[in-house]
């Protein structure tokens, strides 16, 4: 488990024993193992979102660094996307890095619970991603920040993903099937969160 002092720091500590991480984790045997640290190389979404956050909950990490889809990342191993990190990850010893919540399930990684807003040790779930969005006022605008935000058991490094369609457009049948489908995985894909669609969609990417 790690809270917001220690995810904030994690560039700073050296061993997994380090007594920061001891005190959250009683009872648990922890390795004077190297911490290495995996970062994205290049500019993303992920990271804007992991930044923002840590510049939430630490006032050090948002004047020194600050938040955004690239920073100057003072220590670790550049990884290019998701699948770059967690490939480092998989096969680095000691390491730990960020990734979107589908890539830490298709590749089988060990995750942290985070301490929430509201001082509850939360597990990274889709219901959890859920619950951060439930105390947000949506009536105002959908651009709406979701990291950090207090409620049960809200996971608080959740993000959300915008899908653009032109309003005007000279292909109206495309344009149609591109809507209904988007219903659909909304509506029925969804409820029965099928993941596997997910995975293909990113193969075909």
């Known amino acids: 488990m790690a809270k917001?002092?220690?995810?904030?720091t994690w560039v700073k500590l050296k061993k997994w024993d380090d007594e920061a991480i001891a005190k959250l984790n009683p009872g648990l045997k922890l390795?004077?193992?190297n911490i290495a640290v995996v970062r994205r190389a290049d500019g993303s979404g992920t990271s804007f979102v992991f930044t923002s956050y840590l510049s939430k909950v630490n006032e050090e990490w948002k004047s020194k660094i600050g938040a955004g889809s690239t920073?100057?990342?003072?220590t670790g191993l550049g990884g290019k996307g998701n699948d770059g990190i967690?490939?480092?990850?998989q096969r680095l010893p000691g390491s730990i890095g960020y990734?979107?919540?589908a890539y830490a399930k298709q590749n089988n990684l060990a995750y942290t619970k985070?301490?929430?807003a509201d001082g509850k040790p939360v597990s990274p779930t889709e219901d959890n991603f859920a619950n951060a969005a439930k105390g947000v006022d949506w009536s105002k605008s959908f651009a709406q920040d979701l990291t950090n935000q207090k409620g049960e058991n809200?996971?608080?490094i959740t993000s959300t993903t915008f899908i653009l369609v032109h309003k005007a457009t000279n292909k109206p049948e495309q344009t149609a099937e591109v809507l209904?489908?988007?219903d659909w995985a909304y509506k029925t894909a969804g409820k029965k969160r099928m993941r596997w669609i997910t995975r293909r969609c990113r193969k075909a990417w």
């Open 4 to 8: 917001p002092s220690v995810i904030s």
């Open 154 to 156: 809200a996971w608080p």
């Open 86 to 89: 967690a490939a480092f990850v």
């Open 71 to 74: 920073v100057n990342w003072p």
């Open 99 to 101: 990734v979107e919540y």
């Open 180 to 182: 209904k489908f988007f």
């Open 31 to 33: 390795p004077s193992q």
């Open 114 to 116: 985070l301490v929430s």
